[in-house]
Every structure is written in C-alpha cells, then in structure tokens.
C-alpha cells in the first residue's frame, strides 16, 4: 500500500544556533533535508508549517514559562545548563511545534495520509515550566494534546525510540487516559526518568509503558519490544492516531548514546508503527523528529523511515538472544498485569 507523505519544514528552524560545539547543531536538519531532496520518495509533498498557536502551547506548558520563553525573542540566553537560545530561537521553537501541530492535523483530516515534522529544536525534554536537554517546546505533547482537544481524537498512542527517556512528554499524559506514552530507552541516562515502575497514576494508570535498556542494544532487542510490548498494547487501546518521537541517537554510529542500532533497524521499526497504524487507525501516522547527532546516520535514518511510511517494505530484525532474549522476557512479565496479551 502507498502513502503521501507531507514534510513539514521550513528553513528558519535552521536558525536556531545553540551554540558552537553543540550537538543540536544547525547541520542537522540540513543533512537530513539534503538526504530527502537528493532520493525523490515517491508520495512525498513538502509543505511549510504556520508557528503554533499561544494557545496550543498552553494546553502543554504554563503560560508563566510561555511567557518567559517569548521574552528570550532576539536574545541569546542559557534556558538550562544543556539549552541556550540565539536571537532567532523562540521563532524557530514556534515553528517547531507548529510543525508537529500541522502534521496530525494533515493526517487527521485524510486517512491514509502520513507525515514527518522535520524540526528543531527538538521537543519531548520540555516540560510544563522549563526548558531541559534542548527542548523549548515540547512539539510532540502539543501535537497530540491539539488532536484530542480541537480535532475530536479520542486515543493517541505515543511511540518514543529516541535513546532518553521523554520525561517530559510523560509527564503531560501520566494521569490521562486519553494519550498512551510507550519509550524505549537507555537507563540509566539523562534525565534520569523511564524506570520499569514509571507506568500512570489515576486515569492513567498503566498507560504508561516505560522499557528501560542498558547501553549497547541494538536492533534484535528493540524490535522484540515492539513486537511483542507495543504491538499487543496497541491492539487492545485501538488509538486513533500513531504519534513517533523520532529520536535516531540510538544509532551504532552516534556516540552520544551508546547503543547498537543500525539503519535497518530504524526502517524496520517504521514499519512496525506503520502497520498499527494502518491496523488501528486509518494508517494515521505522524513522526517528529528528536535527536540523533552523527549527520550521516541521522540523515540515513529518518531517508530510510520516510520510504517505509510511503509504502516501501521493511526489512525484518532478527529475534534475539541469550541476555537480549532474558531482557525481553522480563519486560514483558513486568507489564502484562496490565496488558495480558504482552509476549503472547
């Protein structure tokens, strides 16, 4: 089955400079939309985002630290220790988070459709009042927060690979029943959060599912988790809408994190969530970009996504072993008091 694909970007996201030296560098979209304009996906449509809204900002973040962001306009400034700001960053953190709003509405609106937000600065770090690990705005939260609210999605599943754990995008849905949050990550990794026992209160109970890795996983342990974690989940909480935080730091070739995942493994696990969307949810299927900081894997990674969202097939992981297959079996007993069908 084929798909159009929209690509949100727009080149002011360039702008944002944090720094010299710093890993969120300005080249790492510029690699990625160099990679996409240089294969001509068929399916795929550019398309310029509008900057989100004040009000769907404030539907994730408080408006006293909506208000202290905007006052940062034309500045320079350190956010926290890891996040700083250039004159044109606030536009580009708008922007950004417009990005991700207009790709579910575009999806939402014709099922079938897919699309990537190509953003930056990235956004599942940010939480209610503060800025951390890169992130502004959380562009992610927001996106899903504006499917429920003003587009009438009744379940969104997050999907977050990117090796730290979205502490912030937890956060936002952590008592909600209406937004399912699944991360797989390094841990224990910056920021700290995503222990196994992170899993909702209230609501939210148990729609939380957190798959804390220890370094050096690669592709084998990661799809089983999907497999057999995220995809019986999925088929019990039926959601509407696919949301991926695409982080592509897990990569074997970025040394930031540690992990052992290879392009097939990134296109492998586009297909997976491709399938649950096409299964569950009119093929509604959204991606937001995260990390990823080696500019050649991260453009390989999200070239090698965007085929398998527009119809390209797969390639399929190995299952693994030994310790890996351990691992697996554990994570899988830990959840299925609230999914039973988990590794069945």
């Known amino acids: 089955m084929t798909h159009k694909v929209h690509l949100l970007f727009d080149e002011r996201m360039i702008d944002h400079d944090?720094?010299?030296?710093?890993?969120?560098?300005?080249?790492?979209?510029?690699?990625i939309v160099e990679r996409l304009r240089g294969h001509r996906i068929t399916g795929t449509q550019w398309s310029r985002p509008h900057p989100a809204t004040r009000e769907q900002i404030a539907r994730i973040h408080d408006e006293a630290y909506i208000d202290h962001i905007d006052a940062q306009r034309?500045?320079?400034?350190?956010?926290?220790?890891?996040?700083?700001?250039?004159?044109?960053?606030?536009?580009?953190?708008?922007?950004?988070?417009?990005?991700?709003?207009?790709?579910?509405?575009?999806?939402?609106?014709?099922?079938?459709?897919?699309?990537?937000?190509?953003?930056?600065?990235?956004?599942?770090?940010?939480?209610?009042?503060?800025?951390?690990?890169?992130?502004?705005?959380?562009?992610?939260?927001?996106?899903?927060?504006?499917?429920?609210?003003?587009?009438?999605?009744?379940?969104?599943?997050?999907?977050d690979w990117d090796v730290h754990h979205p502490n912030g995008t937890q956060q936002a849905f952590y008592d909600r029943d209406d937004v399912f949050m699944f991360?797989?990550?390094?841990?224990?990794?910056?920021?700290?959060?995503?222990?196994?026992?992170?899993?909702?209160?209230?609501a939210g109970e148990g729609l939380t599912v957190n798959v804390p890795l220890g370094p050096g996983q690669g592709d084998d342990v990661h799809w089983a988790l999907l497999e057999g974690l995220l995809r019986p989940i999925a088929e019990q909480f039926q959601p509407e809408l696919v949301l991926v935080s695409a982080g592509y730091d897990s990569h074997r070739e970025d040394l930031l994190g540690g992990m052992r995942v290879t392009d097939d493994g990134f296109a492998a696990f586009s297909g997976l969530v491709s399938d649950v969307a096409n299964r569950y949810a009119q093929g509604r299927l959204v991606m937001v970009l995260e990390g990823g900081y080696d500019l050649a894997a991260l453009?390989?990674?999200?070239?090698?996504?965007?085929?398998?969202?527009?119809?390209?097939?797969?390639?399929?992981?190995?299952?693994?072993?030994?310790?890996?297959?351990?691992?697996?079996?554990?994570?899988?007993?830990?959840?299925?008091?609230?999914?039973?069908?988990?590794?069945k």
């Open 18 to 31: 944090p720094g010299p030296m710093h890993p969120e560098r300005p080249m790492r979209l510029q690699a």
């Open 74 to 159: 034309g500045k320079s400034a350190h956010l926290d220790p890891d996040t700083a700001t250039s004159p044109d960053s606030v536009n580009a953190a708008y922007l950004a988070a417009g990005a991700a709003v207009d790709a579910v509405t575009k999806v939402m609106k014709c099922a079938g459709d897919r699309a990537f937000a190509l953003v930056r600065p990235p956004g599942h770090h940010a939480e209610r009042d503060r800025a951390m690990g890169f992130c502004i705005f959380n562009n992610t939260a927001i996106a899903a927060a504006h499917a429920v609210q003003e587009l009438g999605c009744r379940r969104v599943l997050i999907v």
């Open 183 to 202: 991360s797989s990550h390094r841990y224990p990794f910056y920021p700290g959060t995503g222990a196994l026992d992170e899993i909702g209160t209230g």
């Open 299 to 343: 453009g390989r990674g999200v070239c090698s996504g965007v085929e398998v969202m527009a119809g390209a097939t797969p390639p399929i992981c190995d299952a693994p072993t030994g310790h890996g297959a351990e691992l697996v079996k554990e994570i899988f007993a830990h959840h299925r008091r609230h999914w039973p069908r988990v590794g």
